[in-house]
């Protein structure tokens, strides 16, 4: 079904409370025309549950599952052009020279799309032939497993999961640690709370609408984000924040752009410099104190550290005070303003929603070091409302938890192999030093010398950190394969491609939501393998196979049995637990679901709660037990990058720096609204957004003014790492000095395969900075970036990202 862009934000805005977030409305209503003779079947996505409906074999319609009739994303209306999509990896593929010379071949011809068709024979012979090769050439530690990015859910067809099974039984790999998308959160919050947070409950709603008197969402975009989770989501936060926006709570949004949030609640708008959070926080925690506003006794009972914090916060350590116009220098927010904000903090329940893009900075550890340590201050955190939460912006945070048990699923095993990289400094660096030796969290890591890379379940080539960079670094290994539904940028990359086949062509069963655990769904197999393709246990399974450890790879079990073993563990789980739960049969050839209860103490849930009520008995995971807000373990680290305090350190790119004389502009690149990161741009909703055919790039009138550039211009956005073309929007709800690119954009190089090329469709990584938040944690810093934007004069190339090689 085609919808045209005009129908679909028309019935998008249908829900008239929610009618300035066009991605969250009942975009359903849309879907009316009868189906002759169509099955339809449950089944669950990063979107949430969905009935999909199939007629004559083919899939033909996806509505919301009829429980999610709230707040369903309209971008499910997708599904069917991304299962048809010219872009599928129809049959297995091998780069022309690859097959010719092997591990010989010429690395520069990747990415130029040269590939020739083989039988899976052949190439399932070749993968195994390539890993027998370069583990008897150069060891386990030359192969390297990067796959941890959103592959489809399910807990059998885990595509990294079951690529890591295989290579531990294959004798090891070299892995990676963290993640990409929190790096610098999953490092610096166990030193500061005990735990990762970013992925655990958060308060819930309930509590915040009945207690919590100012809402500050810092860098959070509740609206877009809730859209998605890791594990399909329900979508309950947004019956949640019409409740809050009907009851008037007082909403302040700190970004540098006017978001869709913001604009739904009315928020008061403050718009600091990006990557000067910090900076902000600092001074507002200055104000609590020299106003005698904080909470000393919540200091005293629950945190660590706090007096040795001080000399820094008042000044007397290096001279300088924390105060509001210290930070007003720093981050352009009025003083005043400073001020006013951190009294309407202190003066009643304030719950400080912050998102994870402020950690993807340079010190991205501070930005949420700080924020914990201004929660300390404001004396909240444990009580109804008031505290902070990391994640009430992903999977609907926040929604009440039922009594449930979670799906286990396959295991990735063994792993013989110790060496690992930190994930978001993993690809590029590593592959371009080898033998280098570089700081991680308080462990030295020698960079491995990687001869042969397997990914599944990811693009690597869309996001990661300068683009160009890693362009050099894909040349280094001998050998390069991937698993891949679709003609992505990293199978383009690639010298084996095999065709993996979508959700909706096999079977497989999960847990909805990660939040909430409140449902258990069947996802059954609606239409054949597209083309030639197979599932990656199928894949792994013949790779197995040829490799002499098939037995132990599948257990002697098949895909549905695999399936209904997961299931079966978990009803054993919940007897235990004296839950109830269907019979397999009954779950799979009933109503596909079940749902679990919610208890009604759900709705009191309080992060903290238990360790304010007790902080003995509930003691946290920290070396003191308490909120550290002086870590004696980062301070042996000894590292100049990350004090064994909440510090302000000056960003290696941002609008305080000298070198915006070049490059005067600071570019931020969020999650999209209408995608996730890459996925879902190989459909007909780019019409949506796009702009003249490329990703939209927000600019401000005044810097838009500057440089000749109207709506709707083509514009050339630039550094000195690379180059590519946008589509101008000029807006007024984008500070200025600030441009906004999305990130996940196909990367379409005008000349393919080479470093330097531009790129035409507007792939955000050819600007952006590909360096480690600090030694502790190494995360990513995709906020940190300053380029110049110019109007394209000459007649723009044609878009050619979805294009898919030549016989393909």
């Known amino acids: 079904m085609k919808v045209s862009r005009r129908s679909f934000l028309g019935h998008s805005a249908a829900l008239g409370a929610l009618a300035t977030m066009p991605s969250i409305a009942g975009a359903h209503s849309l879907l009316t025309e009868p189906l002759l003779d169509a099955s339809s079947r449950l089944t669950a996505t990063h979107w949430g549950i969905i009935r999909a409906y199939v ?237 005698k506003l904080y909470d000393e006794k919540f200091v005293e009972t629950y945190t660590v550290g706090f007096k040795k914090f001080l000399p820094y916060l008042l000044g007397t350590k290096d001279g300088q005070p924390k105060s509001p116009e210290w930070a007003e220098k720093i981050t352009t927010v009025p003083a005043d303003d400073i001020r006013k904000l951190a009294r309407r903090m202190a003066k009643g329940r304030t719950m400080i929603m912050s998102g994870w893009a402020i950690q993807r900075q340079d010190h991205g550890e501070q930005s949420y070091w700080m924020l914990v340590t201004l929660a300390s201050m404001l004396g909240q955190i444990g009580l109804p409302g008031g505290g902070f939460g990391l994640s009430y912006h992903y999977a609907n945070g926040g929604s009440l938890t039922a009594r449930h048990v979670a799906l286990g699923g396959i295991s990735a095993g063994e792993n013989p192999v110790a060496e690992h990289v930190p994930y978001a400094r993993g690809l590029s660096d590593m592959l371009l030093n080898p033998g280098m030796t570089v700081d991680f969290n308080g462990e030295k890591i020698t960079y491995p010398d990687i001869q042969l890379i397997y990914w599944a379940g990811g693009n690597p080539l869309s996001h990661q950190m300068d683009r160009n960079k890693q362009i050099k670094a894909w040349q280094k290994p001998e050998t390069i394969i991937v698993n891949e539904p679709y003609w992505t940028n990293t199978a383009m990359f690639a010298d084996i491609v095999l065709p993996a086949n979508t959700t909706f062509e096999r079977n497989d069963i999960v847990s909805v939501s990660e939040y909430s655990g409140r449902y258990v769904v069947a996802m059954p197999q609606l239409i054949e393998s597209q083309h030639e393709s197979m599932s990656d246990f199928d894949i792994f399974t013949a790779i197995s196979e040829r490799l002499g450890f098939k037995d132990k790879y599948t257990e002697g079990k098949t895909e549905m049995q695999w399936v209904e073993s997961i299931y079966d563990e978990a009803v054993a789980a919940a007897g235990k637990e004296g839950l109830e739960m269907p019979a397999f049969n009954d779950l799979w050839n009933g109503d596909g679901y079940f749902e679990f209860p919610v208890p009604e103490d759900a709705k009191n849930y309080v992060r903290f709660g238990d360790y304010r009520k007790d902080p003995i008995a509930n003691a946290l995971g920290t070396p003191s037990g308490k909120i550290e807000i002086y870590s004696f373990e980062i301070e042996k680290f000894g590292y100049d990058d990350c004090p064994p305090h909440p510090t302000w350190i000056e960003p290696a790119e941002w609008l305080g720096s000298d070198k915006v004389a070049k490059h005067p502009l600071h570019i931020i690149s969020p999650h999209p609204k209408y995608r996730l990161h890459s996925q879902m741009d190989n459909t007909w909703l780019r019409e949506v957004y796009e702009v003249a055919g490329r990703e939209p790039l927000w600019i401000n009138p005044d810097d838009a003014k500057a440089r000749d550039i109207n709506n709707g211009d083509v514009v050339r956005v630039f550094n000195d790492r690379g180059a590519l073309l946008a589509g101008a929007i000029v807006t007024d709800r984008i500070r200025q000095g600030v441009v906004m690119l999305q990130e996940g954009a196909w990367y379409d190089p005008d000349k393919p395969g080479e470093a330097g090329a531009l790129c035409k469709h507007g792939n955000i990584n050819l600007v952006t900075l590909d360096k480690g938040t600090s030694k502790l944690a190494q995360g990513n810093v995709a906020n940190t970036a300053i380029v110049e934007v110019a109007r394209h004069k000459t007649p723009a190339p044609p878009v050619t990202a979805f294009t898919p090689p030549v016989g393909a």
């Open 55 to 291: 007629e004559a074999g083919r899939l033909a319609r996806v509505v919301p599952f009829e429980k999610d009739a709230f707040a369903p994303s309209p971008v499910i209306q997708a599904f069917m052009d991304r299962v048809y999509s010219e872009t599928r990896v129809r049959y297995p593929m091998v780069r022309r020279d690859f097959l010719k010379n092997g591990a010989k071949s010429d690395r520069t011809e990747r990415g130029r799309g040269d590939f020739v068709r083989v039988s899976w024979d052949d190439a399932l012979n070749l993968v195994a032939a390539e890993l027998e090769r370069v583990k008897k050439t150069h060891g386990n530690t030359a192969i390297h497993s990067g796959s941890t990015d959103w592959h489809s859910v399910g807990k059998l067809h885990n595509s990294p999961v079951l690529l890591r099974r295989m290579l531990g039984l294959h004798g090891g790999f070299v892995d990676n640690t963290g993640d990409f998308s929190v790096a610098a959160a999953m490092v610096i919050l166990p030193h500061v709370i005990g735990g990762t947070e970013v992925y655990d409950q958060q308060s819930a709603w309930t509590t915040v609408l009945a207690n919590t008197d100012l809402v500050v969402l810092w860098g959070a975009t509740l609206l877009k984000n809730n859209q998605i989770g890791w594990e399909p989501t329900d979508h309950t936060a947004y019956e949640a924040m019409k409740a809050l926006k009907e009851k008037g709570t007082p909403v302040v949004s700190i970004d540098p752009r006017m978001t869709d949030t913001a604009k739904y609640f009315g928020a008061e708008w403050v718009a600091p410099r990006p990557n000067t959070d910090t900076a902000l926080m600092l001074a507002l925690a200055h104000t609590l104190y020299t106003e």
